[in-house]
């Protein structure tokens, strides 16, 4: 398989600083190496900077450095659609927000093949507010009501040509959702797993039928990965650590069969904040899983030695 990876250091949705060191914590872990030791090629294609600053404005002044995320999301938008026709992406990141650029120049590529774009998001947060419902004003909460086309974007983000059906949206681990978002996700139709979902029904089932539905309809698949998806406990490196996430097991699980659907298309790893992380463990356990994702299986793993 051929993977470009790019990094996206954006760090202005999120308001704590670290994750624009996200992209560098990935290589330094051996993300490509990783690959490449999987048989693919890999393009890294360093690290993306913001289109210039445009005049923006809404009227919830709650929202920060919405300007300097804007410009993110400019510059991404096109770079996704551009790197997507020549192979599998890799997004860095970086905070949240860039996946409202990401997932829409995917979409944008989707519909140029005549297929549709199904998005697995892998979060503890459902991130479905939208500039007029956000009290916090940190922009990394509204990527997925942005790229699924839920009013209030409009003149401010970049211009959505090909929004995501709701219903092709699957998201799981959820754990922490605002007021606001639950009413707005429901009336969208996107399908929530949260970690209830998950302790009664086990993960593998419910990502195996969204996975279905995705065959079924000949979908490309961008799978977005949040640390946060993870319990803090096993993926510390993260500003936005919420207790009771997927086990280091469940996780290695959803990579696993991912591999196996051989749906994937493209991947966002996000919010790895490596200044807030121990040793590394949240960036190296990032660097296995993506791994597992693309074909790295027990077998092929020596044990390690610790002395």
Known sequence: MDCILLGVP?????????CNMGPNGLRAAGLPEALRELGHTVRDLGDLSPAPRRAVSHQNTAL????????????????????SADGL????GGD???????????????????????VLWLDAHTDFHTLDTTDSGNLHGTP???????PGFEGVFPPLAAPVDPKN????????????????????????????AIDENGIAGLLTAFLEKVEAENGMLHVSFDVDFLDPTVAPGVGTTVPGGATF???HLVMEILHDSGLVTSLDLVELNPFLD??????????????????????????????
């Open 169 to 196: 949206v699957c998201m799981i681990g959820i754990r922490s959702v605002d007021p606001a978002e639950r009413a707005t996700i429901r009336n969208a139709g996107v399908t929530v797993h949260d970690m209830r």
């Open 96 to 118: 949240h927000v860039m996946a409202a650029a990401s997932v829409a120049g995917l979409s944008r590529r989707a519909q140029e093949e005549g297929r549709p774009l199904f």
């Open 249 to 251: 097991r469940e996780a």
């Open 10 to 18: 954006v760090e202005c949705g999120s308001g704590r600083k670290g």
């Open 278 to 307: 121990e040793r590394g463990k949240a960036a190296i356990l990032m660097t296995e899983l993506t791994a597992s994702l693309f074909g790295r299986r027990v077998m092929d793993r020596p044990t390690r030695s610790y002395g």
């Open 144 to 150: 997925a009501a942005y790229f699924t086309g839920q």
């Open 64 to 83: 920060k450095a919405l300007a300097e995320t804007v410009s993110w999301l400019d510059a991404l938008d096109d770079k996704a659609f551009e790197i």
């Open 89 to 92: 992406p890799i997004f860095m």
